[in-house]
């Protein structure tokens, strides 16, 4: 049974760092594209990162890029987003997704996704 399993989440001071990590099971993680995506209350679902499985490449949004990072270790089959240098505007429920699809935005088409975990930036 296929399962994603975000972690890392919290609350953080503006300018703070946190690493979110995604525990997949009951598929292996280079079938697909796999990526991050949050929402915040009362907005859209936004991308952040997607990585994608066909050129090896990470997309992400202008918003994050140069401060988010995204990585995959295969043999543990699991997904990481360090982010640094956070700021209020990145607080919401961060989650991590497989898909089919990765847009050059950061955005993807997702499939399958996890139960969420939340990032707070504030003072």
């Known amino acids: 049974q296929l399962e994603l399993v975000e972690s890392g989440g919290g609350l953080v001071q503006p300018g703070g760092s946190l690493r979110l990590s995604c525990a997949v099971s009951?598929?292996?993680?280079?079938?697909?594209?796999v990526g991050w995506f949050r929402q915040a209350p009362g907005k859209g679902r936004e991308g952040v990162s997607c990585l994608s499985s066909g050129d090896g490449r990470t997309y992400y949004p202008v918003s994050v890029e140069g401060r988010f990072t995204m990585s995959r270790d295969s043999a543990k089959n699991t997904v990481y987003l360090q982010m640094n240098g956070l700021k209020p505007e990145d607080t919401g429920v961060y989650y991590c997704?497989?898909?089919?699809?990765?847009?050059?935005?950061?955005?993807?088409?997702?499939?399958?996704w996890g139960q969420g975990t939340q990032v707070t930036v504030s003072s």
């Open positions: 997704a497989l898909g089919r699809v990765c847009y050059g935005s950061g955005n993807g088409e997702y499939e399958y």
């Open positions: 009951g598929v292996t993680l280079d079938y697909y594209n």
